[in-house]
């Protein structure tokens, strides 16, 4: 047996594991496509379901690759997703031409798509959608051979639902609150120049917790940095609520971030000479309509620590102090980085079920974190690897905090 054939007969026992060995449906599709990533060297790969129950079109069930695909879709027949769909008949672009097809290219804006094959993802009871390969990460074109396992790996995860179990309803984000399209952000240091963020393409949106996980160095905190006006890309274009701020000057950053952002930080920040309540009041000098700080106080359970000093108060209360005083800003979006590091477990949960009650009331949140039980808790998760974008998951039913252990 060649080497060809051994690789082909391992990919598919590696993917067979991965859905056998899943407890629910999003883990063994999440399952499935990572693990024909990880053996067939996809850039990109895209699980697109049919909202059968909605409004009829294809939308991104879940995806791995440097974009995001939240807002797209494709109706049936329309584009090499929706003609896959219609026709159940697998496609393999694999020297894939620009020109072929417009509606293919606008899903992965910023991508040069070099090699596609899209295959259906069907069950015995329905036509559920379909999975889309992009680019094989060596720069090589699919092979008909790769492409007859990713065909297979489709039936495989369609066998996976039984006859009781069906794709979750599609989650409904809000407005784009600010869009992020080919962001880089390089670091010198004399003749040494470090690319941090190679290409981001991310929309955020209105409502929504957005948490960026990843390793130490992968460039989640200098993309908070960048979202929160606090940093300036090295290029790329960065628009929020319409207002292209790509090019702006530090007064108009400040502007941006006195008058749309709250912060959250690790080291919570505060002034120590100051009380909590002065804390608030501070920063609500800054802004035209801040919320009343005794209000803001009160949302966070520390009405009674409001003549406290900081170092009259635990880590937790310290932290809800932080997140009160973002709160007063009234502001559109919170950005928070490693907001529980610093804190016990039960501390952590206390501080996270203050911050599902603010978002709750339809503030936007992004949250830098380690702790991947946290993401549990968010409409989304970015994980970043090495500058980029690497895996969007949409949580179909966001976790309590208080459901999170660790």
Not at 15 to 27: G, H, P, S
Not at 68 to 79: M, N, P, R, V, W
Not at 112 to 123: D, E, K
Request: aromatic share 6%; proline share 3%.
């Amino acid at each position: 047996m060649d080497a060809s054939m051994l690789q082909y007969f391992k990919t598919i026992g590696t993917v067979q594991t991965a859905i056998a060995n899943a407890t629910t449906l999003d883990e063994a599709l999440r399952g499935g496509l990572k693990a024909i990533i990880d053996n067939a060297g996809a850039e990109c790969a895209v699980i697109w379901y049919a909202d059968k129950k909605g409004d009829g079109r294809l939308h991104p069930y879940f995806w791995i690759g440097p974009i995001d695909l939240t807002s797209c879709s494709h109706a049936s027949g329309e584009g090499s997703v929706g003609r896959v769909y219609e026709t159940q008949k697998a496609e393999r672009l694999l020297d894939f031409e620009a020109t072929s097809d417009i509606m293919t290219i606008a899903d992965f804006e910023g991508m040069n798509i070099t090699s596609m094959v899209c295959v259906p993802f069907s069950n015995n009871y329905e036509d559920l959608g379909v999975i889309q390969f992009v680019n094989k990460s060596d720069g090589e074109l699919f092979t008909d051979e790769g492409a007859d396992v990713m065909e297979i790996m489709a039936m495989m995860a369609a066998i996976a639902i039984d006859e009781n179990e069906a794709l979750a309803e599609p989650w409904q984000p809000g407005e784009i609150v600010m869009s992020l399209r080919n962001i880089t952000r390089d670091f010198q240091n004399g003749d040494i120049v470090t690319k941090v963020l190679k290409g981001v393409n991310l929309d955020v949106y209105e409502g929504e917790l957005l948490v960026l996980l990843g390793e130490s160095g992968c460039g989640k905190s200098t993309l908070l940095n960048i979202i929160g006006g606090m940093d300036s890309a090295t290029s790329g274009e960065f628009t929020y609520q319409g207002r292209d701020l790509s090019n702006a000057t530090q007064q108009e950053l400040t502007d941006f971030r006195r008058d749309n952002v709250g912060f959250i930080f690790q080291s919570y920040n505060l002034m120590p000479n100051l009380t909590a309540l002065q804390n608030l009041k501070l920063i609500a000098e800054l802004v035209d309509e801040p919320m009343d700080a005794d209000e803001a106080l009160d949302i966070v359970g520390l009405s009674d620590r409001k003549r406290n000093y900081p170092s009259q108060m635990s880590g937790g209360q310290q932290q809800r102090v932080s997140i009160a005083r973002a709160l007063v800003k009234n502001p559109k979006i919170i950005l928070a980085d490693e907001p529980t590091a610093a804190l016990d477990y039960a501390t952590s949960v206390e501080v996270l079920q203050v911050m599902e009650e603010i978002i709750k009331g339809g503030t936007t949140m992004v949250m830098v974190t380690h702790n991947e039980e946290i993401t549990r808790m968010a409409d989304r998760v970015v994980r970043m690897r090495g500058g980029r974008m690497y895996e969007v998951t949409v949580n179909r039913h966001p976790a309590h905090a208080t459901d999170l252990v660790w």
